[in-house]
């Protein structure tokens, strides 16, 4: 059983949003068309509180995309973004979303970020998806969608840590820095994991 897993198509990560990835809109064309090869389809939705800590409005005397400490975790600071219940944090209309069987939002604990669809970032909480892609059998995994080196990556890393067979599917991802996403892919793929094209 493979289950796609769509992660972050959200309207703060596509264009005019507040976290924008660069062209993320050209992606959803390939998202749409490639579900129906899927036995099962899930999506991640960032969903935070409006006082995340993650946000650059919660540190007036840091800078955008500056690094702190965050629970011990290093943290960037990120602009506001898909906060619960706005517009930003909606999925984009352009998104098919029939065949999602079910969502899993991440990153609602105001004290810790949460880049991976299975995990918050210190590992301290499970969004409950990979107890769910059990119960239904799955072993192979996809994962596209926003944005490729930070929340597609590292929910890719968490599956193949959790022992599915793990892909990212590089035509339908975007990176915010396609250099690091380089550097990322590598690593991935050392540790198991495949690049597909589809």
Known sequence: MKALIIVDMQNDFLPDGS??????????????????????VVATQDWHPKNH??????????RVFDQIQLEGLKQTLWPEHCVQGTQGAEFSSLLN????????????????????????????KSTALGDYLRAKNIK???????????????????????GYNTSIVENATLAINPHDFNDKKRYFQEEGGKIIQL
């Open 140 to 162: 192979e995994v996809h994962i596209c969608g926003l944005a490729a080196d930070f929340c597609v990556y590292y929910t890719a890393k968490d599956a193949l840590e959790l």
């Open 19 to 40: 976290l924008a990835v660069e062209n993320g809109n050209a992606i959803i064309p390939k998202i749409n068309s490639i579900q129906a090869n899927y036995e099962l």
């Open 97 to 124: 979303q029939n065949s999602i069987e079910a969502i899993f939002r991440k990153g609602m604990d105001e004290n810790i970020d949460s880049y991976s669809g299975f995990f918050d970032n210190g590992k301290k």
């Open 53 to 62: 800590k993650s946000f650059i409005t919660q540190h007036p005397n840091n």
